[in-house]
């Protein structure tokens, strides 16, 4: 079964389009794509913590605009309960530290990415028209 990781997932809205960034390479999930987020910490509610991993990131603000879906998932070493709320960029230049690369894809292309298994549940949701 492994761990259980509590995470929550920023899909930064622009216009038409959704950022999305590619993992590093290591790990279940090495070189797949994402939407940015991360590990809730104790006491620290949803907004707060996609808030600081934003900061920590991308070293930019986001604002939280409203809840999207709770998906969970099962990897092989580890699962996620993971959180997703629709995020505006308030300031900064999304710069990545973390991640290889960006990319900002509008909805329809989104299933052409090679996302994280979990992340494919949540295009899947954006897919059916709740973003």
Known sequence: MGKHYEVVAALIVRGEEIFCCQRGNKGECALKWE???????????????????????????????????????????????????????????????????????????LNQVDFADADKKIVSVILHNLL
């Open 35 to 109: 939407f940015p987020g991360g590990k809730i910490e104790q006491d620290e509610s949803h907004e707060e913590a996609l808030i600081r991993e934003i900061k920590e990131e991308l070293n930019s603000t986001i604002k939280v605009i409203k809840y999207i879906t709770t998906i969970q998932h099962q990897y092989n070493s580890f699962s996620l309960t993971m959180h997703v709320y629709e995020c505006e960029l308030v300031e900064g230049k999304l710069e990545l530290s973390e991640h290889l690369n960006f990319m900002w894809l509008r909805k329809e292309r």
